[in-house]
């Protein structure tokens, strides 16, 4: 995966960002949208996984078969959003290993502020997908990046239903070795960090919350 950031615009991704976007959709709806959006977004985002071979017998006769290699790839949720993606990836991928970072956006600076923190063991043995909805400022995705580099992780890759242009060019300036696979890259963000047109709150909008 060589380029900073992938648009995925696959029809069906887009048609389901769109009904996501309206905001007459249902917390039911939106919630099941992301776990069906995920996946699709999981299947470009995994793409580069390393594959051996192993021998398998068909009904009719031996062969060499291609099978994933290497350790189980770690998915590393952004609570409390991050979660929508990871319910949908862990049915495409459940043997993946699974961390959890906890930030909260200081609403005064915008800055993160950890909470929690929690990843498996040997991330420099594994294809590491860290996930966020919205990538926005950016700030929360760097400091998640920060800290499961600081755990070992080489190989990592960012994935988010929205990015702004402002936190894509955050993420390129503070780790230029993370690829971003994203559904859209919106106009820009408000002054109190939103992005625009953008879908709201993605957390209060699968969660119900206000």
């Not at 069906?36 to 006769?61: F, G, N």
């Not at 996930?131 to 190989?155: E, H, W, Y």
């Not at 993420?171 to 696979?181: C, G, K, L």
């Amino acid at each position: 995966m060589k380029e900073h950031l992938t648009i995925v615009r696959h029809p069906l991704v887009q048609h389901k960002l769109t009904l996501m976007r309206q905001k007459e959709t249902s917390t039911a709806v939106f919630r099941q949208l992301l776990r069906e959006i995920s996946q699709l977004l999981a299947y470009e985002v995994t793409r580069e996984l390393p594959m051996t071979t192993r021998t398998i017998e068909t009904p009719l006769q031996k062969m060499d078969a291609p099978v994933l290699a290497g350790r189980k790839l770690a998915l590393v949720s952004i609570l409390r959003a991050g979660n929508g993606l990871l319910d949908g990836m862990l049915e495409l991928i459940p043997s993946a290993r699974v961390g959890f970072v906890g930030l909260y956006r200081d609403e005064a600076t915008l800055k993160p502020v950890q909470y929690y923190f929690k990843v498996p063991e040997r991330l420099d043995q594994r294809m590491n997908i860290v996930v966020d909805p919205m990538l926005a400022t950016g700030n929360s995705s760097v400091a998640a990046i920060d800290l499961i580099k600081q755990k070992g992780a080489r190989d990592i890759r960012f994935m988010c239903l929205l990015a702004a242009p402002e936190g894509v060019e955050r993420m390129r300036q503070a780790h230029p070795d993370v690829p971003i696979v994203t559904a859209a890259l919106d106009e820009r963000l408000t002054d109190k960090g939103y992005i625009l047109p953008g879908l709201g709150d993605a957390g209060d909008r699968m969660f119900g919350t206000k």
